[in-house]
């Protein structure tokens, strides 16, 4: 009946937070003879409910895959019993152990080059559009009138070399 899916469904909710209770970490610790917190391990455990399910999913993240595994299983079994226990139901069972990972979950190289790459040219922008900004050097006789109020009298061409970046103040003479 429907009454009997949402009471199911309330749970897998319930089952949910059993996982990362604080008996079954320090049970899962105690068995594997971990050299780590509850509060480490509990951050490692992901526990997802599958989408219109009454599956809950138990992941474990950790630098070492074989021993990630061992901690999903033995959270999956002294989960299952602690929920046996605590709700006094019958009928928790493991569907699937867990795998080793074939390859890293992190750092996603790819995902982190374009975020890095994003960041870069935001940055980049952000310098040259602050840099023109806050440049307030004259650079041509409308400016100066613009900005001083003084009506220009004559203007000095440059030359053919500082026109092409060359200044003439770095010129070599000759020496015999």
Known sequence: TLSDIQSSTQLVQDYKVLVTSLPVVEQVIRNL???????DLVSKIKCEIESDSRVLQVTVTDPDPERAKEIVDAVADISAKQITSVMQIEGVNV????RVATSPSSPNVKKNTVLGAAVGV???IAVLVVKFLLDDTIKSSEDVERYLGITNLSLIPLTEEEYNGHSSSKKKKKRK
């Open 33 to 39: 003879d971990l050299d780590m917190e509850a509060d």
């Open 95 to 98: 569907i699937e152990y867990g």
């Open 122 to 124: 935001v940055l980049a």
